[in-house]
Every structure is written in C-alpha cells, then in structure tokens.
C-alpha cells in the first residue's frame, strides 16, 4: 500500500452531505462541523431538510442536505461544494448541480442496483456516464457491503446496522480533511452515553470508513485547511435557535426578571421551546401552550407579573399572534415576539427560509400599533439580538419582535461564549414608593423617553388595570374622547420612535469612498459581506449596510445611505425592505435583488446582481 503524500493547504473548503432523510446527514454534518470547530476553523452550516416527513426511501423527494465550510475567513456555507457526499442515486442526482467544477464525488456504490435507479429516475444502469461525472473525482465506495462486513460479528440485525452507514460516510471524510478520529470518538460517546453498543459500533465504523480512506484512495489529494486566528476564550459550535435561547437566559440574569416563554410548536422555531425547556435550573419557565394565540397570552400575563415574556413561532403563527400583541402594545407590557421565517404563505414551505415577514411585523395589527423590530445576521447575532430584544422590551416597556429565519435559525457556526460582564444590566423602569406617595397612575410617563414605568403585582398600593380599551393621558382610567386617544397614539409612536437613541449607529463596512452601498437585513450578511468583499478584490468599489435595527431605524441611517449615489438592496423577498427604505428616501431610487426560492442567497447572484446594476 502507499501512503499518501498529495495534501493540498486551502483557505476553506466546502463539504455537502446528502441521502435519504432517516441517514443522518445532519448527525454526520453537525459532528463534522463540531470537530472543524475544535480544530481552530471557523465554520457556517446549512441543514437542507426535505418538508416530506420520510419520502419514500430512495426517491428524489426524500433527499436531505447538510452543507458546511470550514477554515478562516469563513461567512457562509458556500454556493457550491468541493466534495459530495452522496449516499445514494437520488441524492447523487438532486445535489450534483451543487457540486463545484473538479469537486470530489464520495457515493455508495452498492445503491447502484436497477431498481435503486429507477427510483431516482436516471434513464441508464450508468450514472457516473448519464450525469457526466469526472471517474478521476468520483470515489465509488461500496459503502454497503464495508458496513455489514465491518459490524459482520456485532449481533445487531441488518436494520440496526444501516442506521450507522452515515459514521462511515463521515471517516472517510475526516481521512480526506486531516480530522482527527479520536475527536469524532468523543463526540459520539457524549451523544451514545446510555447506549455503549451503539457508541462501540459507531466508534468501530468510522475507524473503518478513515482506515478505507486512508488505505486505498493513496491517489486523491486529502486537505489540510488553515485554521482562523481567535480571541481567547472557550468555543462551541451553536446553532441560532440555540443561541437565542442562551441570549434570553442572559436577559433574565441581567434584568433579574426570571424568564417564560409561552409557546406552540412550529417548525423552524419549536428548538427555542426545547432548549428553554431544558433550563428549570436558571428558572426558566417554558409552557407548551394548546395553540399560537394562548401562546402569546400567557405570555402577557406573565409580563404583567414581572417577568421577562417571550412568545416563539414562525410566520403562520405570527399572523394569529396580531390581535395579541395589539393587546400588549396598548397596554404597554415587556413582551418578546421571535419569529423564525419560514416559506409562505400558509403553510408554504415550512423548512425552507425566506424573508417574507418583514411587512407583517412592521404592520400586521390592527390600528395605529407600533412595535420595534430587530433581525439578527447569523446564527451566533441569534445570542446578542435575543439579548438586545428583551433589553429594549423591558427598558422601553414595549413589545420587541425579533426575526429570525430557518437559514440562521438552523444553521451554526464557531461562538466564543461571552463573559458575564461583556453584557451589560438591564434596567426595569419599576413604580418607586416616592411615586406611590403622590398618586402614581398606570400610564404616568417618563418625561424623557416617553416610557411608562412597571408596577409588579404585589407591589403594597400598586393596583391597577391596564388593558386593550384606551385610557386617558393624565387619569389612565377607560377614556373614548378622540383629542385623547390622539394624544395616546403620539405617546406610543414617540415611545417607540425614542428608541433609535438607545441602540448602535449604523455602521458601513467596505470600501469607504464607493459611491455605491449594497444594503440587507438579518440573515443574509454573511452573503452580502462576502460578495462586497468579492467586488472589491475586483476593483469595483462597493460599501455593505446591515440592518439588524429596523424600526426604528439606527438615528444616523438615512443620513449615511443618502451619501452613496447607488442603494442596493438584497433581500430574500420581493422587496418589503426595500419598499420601506424607499418610502423614508423618496428622493433616491433604491435597486433591487431579490430571490424567493426557498434558498439562502448564493454570493455569485449577488455579486451578478450588483454588476448589472452598476454596469446599467
């Protein structure tokens, strides 16, 4: 046997995995990206699931997707990949078109039987010559038949044994990318700690899968991928939801208020409800509620009692949510609003990503009904956002949403977990025993920030009511004079509008003398930072504006996107976020990129984009 020499140095490099829905592409992806992370690489997934709940085995439909890039310099999973993983025709089939030009093929090959094909609809027994592929590049590994052999004397039975083909898939991988076993070893047996031969079997077929690797394939080049200089600390791998559960719980530790999330299952926001679930210790309450509306109740109840109050969902949930956060808006209850966007409308796509509720949760409410709108730009922001949110709710006594979307909520990425003290206090604006003593109301006010203060039931002589009927300005009881109900629609526009004082000024990345400003929300930055970095590297002088402050707008926004004589706006929509800028720039015409397709951005559409547009 010879021993492989070729090993190519890259900066990053993207690896796909992709199979049937029940093969653990995600396990065999997450614990890949968990070991790139250890080793010092920075890191962006994608988990591409299918919305089918497990297509038929084999078929085109049931396909599943894990997509990561690892190394430095690191800001999205990447358009295309270098190497495949493919576990069987149809994932070969549906995921070639994400495979970049010289990438390696890995593939079982004992799936290459008749009626496997069939299935997956090739029209010939051939699919390396029926898709055109590059036999040099393609590992055909009869992945099948190493397993049974590997697990021969195991005692599991045959459908035990499939389930951990994917760990062979994924040692074969570590081989190709100097990953070392012993780390992908420990991972497994934190996940397989109550099951010791599922540990043991798994253990032994990913030694397999790297030692196949390691004793055949001597003439394809395996990769060592540089590592990202990093900020001492302690790292983990964190996906968005996640990470904004984590951001919520560093609320309540910083505001003192214990934290409940009245909740309904939805996909792509129900792991928040999970996670929060989990932590009793921190004395999180999380409540599965019976639907979306006694979701966001209970959680206004809760606000009324003092605590930090959150309600999570998606877009469909957001829309029964409306009248209750009416609710939460005349009152002028502290309430958290996530919603993690999904594909639309109705039910849509509801694992695929979109951008698509901005409107709604500008405007989607009955009445003059201001709320303060934020979007966090990658898994990791999903931490400070959740965290910015909820300070901004209770500091400003208002409803705060929070967009998310299934891109970033799913996907991960390397996070230095913070310090207690890189936060900073959350200050509730609580009724004092001063303000008691001289005839406090409900709805007395701060002069300077136009903000109501908090009274906690139990509080000795803090009854009171708030609710959904107007109230006077000056007595807080029931009032329908219209000069009055005026004067309180004022009160809580100023409200909401002070808040532009209270939060960062826009920062413009990029070359500073472009006259031409590429402009997104959310999730789409890393996209966007990486294609204004393209562009520039090109000699077209670009600028980035990321928005994650959306109503109100950063105070020096307006002012620093009027400087640039192109605005370009990217967004996963139609353009509701260009349709909103353009109604607060009527002297500019603000340009457009838009994609609605279920998938992130990939960075040549944008790129593409912005050259047409300044080349127009």
């Known amino acids: 046997m010879l021993e492989n020499t070729t090993i190519k140095t890259l900066p990053k490099v993207v690896v796909r995995f992709a199979g049937d829905s029940g093969d653990g592409m995600q396990l065999a992806g997450n614990i890949f990206s968990n070991v790139s992370a250890a080793q010092g690489n920075q890191i962006s997934t994608f988990p591409d699931y299918p919305a089918e709940i497990r297509a038929p085995q084999g078929s085109l439909s049931g396909v599943s997707g894990y997509q990561v890039c690892i190394g430095r310099g690191v800001y999205t999973p990447g358009d295309k990949a270098d190497v495949l993983v493919a576990m069987n025709p149809a994932a070969l089939k549906t995921n070639i078109s994400h495979l970049k030009q010289g990438g390696i093929i890995i593939c079982d090959s004992d799936t290459f039987r008749p009626a496997d094909l069939r299935k997956a609809e090739y029209a010939t027994d051939d699919p390396v010559t029926e898709l055109k592929l590059d036999e040099d590049r393609t590992l055909l590994v009869p992945m099948t038949s190493l397993l049974k052999e590997t697990l021969a004397d195991s005692g599991m039975d045959q459908k035990a044994i499939m389930k951990s083909k994917n760990m062979l898939a994924l040692g074969i991988v570590c081989w190709l990318f100097d990953r070392p076993v012993e780390s992908v070893l420990r991972k497994l047996q934190a996940k397989f700690a109550k099951k010791p031969g599922v540990y043991e079997a798994n253990a032994k077929v990913v030694q397999a899968g790297w030692d196949y690797a390691h004793n055949t394939h001597a003439s394809i080049s395996s990769y060592r991928i540089e590592t990202a200089p990093t900020r001492k600390g302690t790292y983990t791998d964190v996906n968005g939801n996640t990470a904004t559960a984590w ?352 998938q992130p951005f990939m960075v040549s559409e944008i790129t593409e984009g912005v050259i047409k547009h300044m080349e127009a």
């Open 247 to 598: 951001g919520l719980i560093m609320a309540s530790q910083k505001s003192g208020r214990p934290l409940y999330l009245g909740s309904y299952p939805i996909t792509p926001a129900t792991d928040i409800l999970h996670e929060l679930a989990k932590r009793k210790d921190l004395g999180v309450k999380a409540c599965q509620m019976e639907d979306e509306i006694a979701g966001i109740c209970s959680a206004i109840g809760a606000s009324y009692a003092g605590h930090l109050a959150v309600t999570s969902t998606s877009g469909p949930g957001l829309a029964l949510k409306g009248e209750a956060m009416g609710l939460a808006v005349m009152a002028e209850l502290p309430l958290v609003i996530i919603d993690v966007q999904r594909g639309g409308p109705s039910t849509g796509l509801p694992t695929k990503t979109e951008q698509t509720d901005l409107m709604q949760a500008l405007y989607g409410r009955n009445g003059e009904s201001p709320i303060c709108v934020v979007a966090a730009a990658s898994p990791t922001d999903c931490f400070t956002m959740a965290f910015e949110a909820a300070r901004i709710a209770i500091e400003h006594m208002t409803p705060v949403i929070l967009l998310s979307d299934a891109f970033i909520a799913n996907g991960s990425s390397a996070w230095r977990i913070p310090e207690a003290d890189e936060y900073p206090e959350i200050k509730p604006q609580f009724v004092t025993p001063e303000m008691l003593e001289k005839g406090w109301k409900p709805y007395q006010r701060n002069a300077e920030n136009w903000v109501r203060y908090w009274a906690v039931p139990g509080m000795e002589g803090a009854m009171h009511r708030v609710g959904g009927l107007e109230k006077d300005f000056e007595t807080s009881v029931i009032s329908t004079d219209g000069a009055n109900h005026a004067r309180m629609v004022e009160a809580r526009r100023q409200k909401v509008a002070h808040i532009a004082t209270d939060i960062p000024a826009l920062e413009i990345q990029g070359c500073k003398d472009a006259d031409t400003v590429l402009v997104g929300w959310g999730g789409t930055y890393g996209h966007l930072y990486t294609a204004m970095e393209q562009l520039n590297e090109e000699g077209r002088k670009v600028a980035l504006a990321q928005f994650c402050y959306i109503n109100p707008l950063p105070a020096n926004a307006l002012e620093e996107l009027r400087r640039f004589k192109r605005i370009i706006v990217a967004e996963l929509n139609t353009g509701m976020f260009a349709d909103y800028l353009q109604s607060k720039l009527p002297e500019k015409e603000i340009l457009r990129i838009n994609k609605i397709e279920g």
